[in-house]
């Protein structure tokens, strides 16, 4: 039986409170980002971030294949069929895939079931949504796409807090300086952005770190974090529930949130 432990780092959440302060001045093009980290390097510092993080700070490169997904970022304008059909092929083949990892590991799922109370089927819709159950969690190096943003001063405020959080994961060796993410930092099996697995990461595994390149640890950090949310265990998480509005903490868009929905119930018929 695994052993569960989430990791709630008093500095992390303290480094998730930080801002962008304006102490380093952001940019729109690559010119500047070698003088913004000598000056975002003190505010990093001042948050606790120790030579380790400063280090991956100090040899970052300018994400030019993030700035390009970012800026053609078009957002969910799809019906809900076309975007089921554009991401999952179909809701009943999807889910019968799902399906066939819930049996092959049942007693995990149900471990976290009894712990979170989060049921299977929306677990599984969510890792099987976000990187096809693991096959594609992106080749974009964490470090360097995640400062990419919290320099680029169209998103330095949102941005900025989550590359704190990475360079903290890096200082305490949860995060690898090298590790390869989706473009905007996104990391492992569901895609937590690096302030939320600082803050909701769970070691379902027992070695005393919380890895998100672990299928068990980022399930269990994806389950830790829709409970934190307000997950009402038992009850439906259809549209129009509460369960239902708590998966918009996990991703605004509305069909979004609906094809978990509607996965996850074949998941677990």
């Not at 003190?42 to 948050?47: C, G, I, L, T, W």
């Not at 390009?68 to 078009?74: F, G, I, P, Y």
């Not at 599984?124 to 949504?129: K, S």
Request: charged share 15%; aromatic share 10%; hydrophobic share 40%.
């Amino acid at each position: 039986m695994p052993v569960f432990k989430s990791f709630f780092f008093a500095a992390g959440i303290s480094v998730l409170c930080v801002t962008s302060a304006v102490a380093a001045q952001c940019g729109n093009t690559a010119g500047g980002f070698t003088a913004w980290k000598q000056e975002f390097a003190p505010e990093a510092a001042a948050v606790g971030i120790g030579q380790r993080g400063l280090q991956a700070l100090a040899s970052a490169s300018y994400s030019q294949s993030t700035i390009n997904a970012d800026r053609n970022q078009k957002g969910v304008k799809y019906s809900l069929d076309r975007f089921i059909k554009i991401r999952l092929g179909s809701l009943d083949g999807f889910a019968a895939s799902a399906r066939k990892r819930k049996n092959a590991n049942a007693a995990f799922y149900q471990s976290l079931e009894r712990k979170y109370g989060v049921p299977a089927g929306i677990l599984l819709a969510i890792h099987g949504m976000e990187t096809g159950f693991g096959r594609n969690m992106g080749n974009t190096p964490v470090i360097d796409s995640i400062l990419t943003v919290a320099y680029d001063c169209r998103r330095a405020d949102f941005f900025t807090p989550h590359a704190l959080a990475a360079l903290s994961m890096v200082d305490r060796g949860i995060l690898s300086p090298g590790q390869r993410g989706a473009a905007h930092g996104e990391l492992g099996h569901t895609q937590f952005l690096p302030g939320n697995a600082l803050k909701y990461g769970v070691d379902a595994t027992g070695d005393g770190r919380a890895d998100f390149y672990n299928q068990a640890d980022a399930l269990a950090s994806t389950a830790n974090f829709l409970r934190a949310k307000g997950w009402q265990p038992g009850q439906p998480y259809q549209q129009g529930t509460a369960n239902f509005r708590v998966l918009n903490d996990w991703n605004a868009a509305t069909v979004y949130q609906q094809a978990i929905a509607l996965s996850a119930e074949r998941i677990d018929r």
